[in-house]
């Protein structure tokens, strides 16, 4: 029999190609930690597929007057953005303006930035889509950011519908949404995750072959 326990190290290239935000949810409520996901949707996703990744957060806020340094933190989170970071843009559901679109995508790319999730618009869905840069977002706005929206804060600890986003958290989102890993359990629950992966794996075969559910859900303990 082929031997399905984790393997030492899961990295991240790993993740994305076995892992999901329901496996990861589900190593999370078993660790005790039960409200890792956002209850929100994401009905803008511009990829299919997982997006893995470590958090670069944002803080966001509205203005109504005139802003002296338009985009200045704005840019300088894009440009310090690393390989294998994913953009958290914690802007508190707001549908004031498109925080996000095709340039900074450009941009974030270029930096070594995977990915984006907006909590509130963005624009520009279509050029995103069309260079396959998963960005996650609550709704569109074809309005500018500039004078409407700006950062406010550059690597620390945010809020999205009340589950909070460190840096350097592994982050995961996917069709059925968003899921944030503590960094104190990452190591613990990747490794469950990756172990049900497998166990569901032997379990859709069994049934496949003709198991009832029930008959399957008693031989490996996986639903």
């Given at each position: 029999m082929a031997d399905l326990s984790p393997p030492a190290a899961i990295t991240l290239a790993m993740m994305r190609e076995s892992l999901s935000t329901a496996l990861v949810c589900d190593a999370l409520d078993s660790l005790g930690l039960r409200e890792q996901s956002p209850r929100?949707?994401?009905?803008?996703?511009?990829?299919?597929?997982?997006l893995v990744g470590r958090c670069k957060t944002t803080l966001w806020s509205e203005r109504t007057t005139a802003d002296p340094h338009?985009?200045?933190k704005e840019l300088l989170a894009v440009d310090t953005c690393q390989a294998d970071q994913v953009m958290i843009v914690a802007a508190s559901g707001s549908m004031r303006s498109g925080t996000w679109g095709e340039l900074l995508s450009t941009a974030a790319?270029?930096?070594g930035?995977?990915?984006?999730?907006?909590?509130?618009?963005?624009?520009?869905?279509?050029?995103?889509t069309e260079m396959q840069f998963p960005v996650f977002a609550r709704a569109t706005c074809p309005y500018d950011s500039k004078d409407r929206q700006f950062v406010t804060a550059i690597d620390v600890?945010?809020?999205?519908?009340g589950v909070t986003f460190q840096p350097h958290d592994l982050v995961f989102a996917d069709a059925d949404g968003v899921v944030v890993v503590p960094a104190a359990v990452e190591v613990e629950a990747?490794?469950?995750a990756w172990t049900k992966?497998?166990?569901?794996?032997?379990?859709?075969?069994?049934?496949k072959r003709g198991m009832k559910v029930g008959e399957a859900y008693e031989r490996f303990g996986v639903l």
């Open positions: 929100l949707a994401w009905p803008v996703k511009t990829t299919a597929g997982v338009p985009f200045e790319r270029n930096s930035c995977v990915g984006v999730i907006v909590d509130g618009a963005v624009r520009d869905v279509s050029q995103m600890a945010v809020e999205i519908a990747v490794r469950r992966a497998h166990d569901e794996n032997r379990t859709r075969d069994a049934i």
